[in-house]
C-alpha cells in the first residue's frame, strides 16, 4: 500500500515539477531566474516608443515598427527613449518623448510612457525590466522622479546600495522579483540625487561602445562612453556593464541620419556581416562573457531575439507573443504612391546618371 503510494507519487511528481518550473520562467525562461542581472543579456529597443507605423504616418525617422508593449511581449527588456524639455509646459506635458526634436516626431510625455510600461509589468509579474532614459533637456532628478510617480512605475524600482561605487554583483532576477524592485532605471544622464535614489546614472554603472554606425563594416566593441574609458582593458577592470549598441544608420543626407529599415533584417540576423549574431560573439571574445544589452533598431526583425537567447544558452523560452519578423509597410494608398514616387525617383536618377556618363 505505501509503497504503491510512493510509486503513484513519484509517477505525479514530473508533471508537479515540470508544471513548477514553467511558472517560476523569469524573464521567459527558468534558467535565467537565478542568475545576477549583470550576468545575462538583456534584448534592448533602442528609441522604443519611436514607431514607424500608421500612428506615425510611417515616420522615416521612426526606429520601431512596433511600440513598446508589443516589443515587452516579444522578449524586449531594456527599452531606450530620449526625453525633451517642452518649453512653455507644467506638470506631465513639461516632459515629452521625442526623436531629436519634438517637431519631428513627438510621442507623447514620458509619465504615459512610463504608464504603459508599468501596466505590462503589472500583468507580467515575473519579469525584470530595464528603462533607459537620455536626458537631452538635463531634466533634474526630482523632475524626472515626478514624471515616475506620477505613473506609479516608482513603486517597482530598484535602489543601487551606492549611486556612484559599482556592485561586485547585482542581484539575481529571482531577488528583484521576491523584492518587487524589478524595474531598473538608468538615466544618460544624471547627478545622483537621494531624493530620487532609484535613478541610476547610466555612465556610473555602464559602458557603450559606438552608436553612429553607418556601414555594416563600422562596428567595434571599443568603448566610446563614457569618455573616461578608452580602452577594452579599462573597459572591463571597470566592472561595469557593457551596453553593445547595434543599429544601422542610414548614410546622413544633408546631415540627418535615419535609421536604415532596408538592411535591418542583416544587421539583426544571427549570422553573416555586420549581423547581431556576429557582433556579439565578437564582443563575447573580446570581453569573456556576453554583452549585458544589445539595443537594436527594428528589434522584431532578425528576429533580434533568437542572437540573445542563443548568448543566454536559453532555449524553449515561455510566455512569449511573437510578431512578424518582416518590415511594416505602409500599404495604403499613399504609402504605395510614395514607395513607387521612391522607385520613380531612382530610375529618374539612374536614367540622368547614365545619361550623363555617356
Ligand atoms: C553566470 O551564469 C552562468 C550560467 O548560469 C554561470 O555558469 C556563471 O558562473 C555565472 N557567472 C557569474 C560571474 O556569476
Ligand atoms: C500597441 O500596438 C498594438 C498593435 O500592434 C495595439 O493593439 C496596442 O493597443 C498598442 N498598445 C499601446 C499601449 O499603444
Ligand atoms: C527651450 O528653451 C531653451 C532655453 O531654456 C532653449 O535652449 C530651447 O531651444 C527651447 N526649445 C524649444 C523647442 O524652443
Ligand atoms: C501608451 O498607451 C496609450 C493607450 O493606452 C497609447 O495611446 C499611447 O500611444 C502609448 N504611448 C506610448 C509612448 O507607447
Ligand atoms: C531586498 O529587500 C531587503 C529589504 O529592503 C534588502 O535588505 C535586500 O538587500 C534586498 N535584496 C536585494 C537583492 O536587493
Ligand atoms: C543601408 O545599408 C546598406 C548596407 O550598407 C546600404 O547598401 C544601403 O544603401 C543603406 N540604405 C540607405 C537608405 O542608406
Ligand atoms: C533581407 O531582405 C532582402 C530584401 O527583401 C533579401 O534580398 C535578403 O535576402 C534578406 N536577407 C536576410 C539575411 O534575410
Redesign the pocket.
Known sequence: MFLRNLLQASAILPLLYSTTSAQTACNNSPSLCNRAYNNITHLGAHD??F?RDK?TDFATSGNQYY???VQLQAGVRLLS?QVHKVNGSTGEDMWH?CHTSCDLLD??TLA??L??IS?WMNSNTNDVVTVLIVNSDNATPAQLGAQFAASGINKLAYTPPSTSVVPKTWPTLQNLISNGTRLMSFVASITADSTVPYLMDEFSFMFENAYQNAAPTAYNCTPNRPTSLTTTAAAASSGKMFLMNHFLYSTAFLGIQTPNSTYANVTNAQTGLGSLGTAITSCTSVYSKPPNFVLTDFVNMGPAIASVDAANDVTGAVGRTSVSTAALEDDSTSGVIKRQGNIFAVVVAVVAAVAFST
Open positions: 522604443s516608443p514607431v500612428t511600440n513598446s508593449t527613449a518623448l510621442m507623447g504615459n510612457w504608464r504603459n501596466s
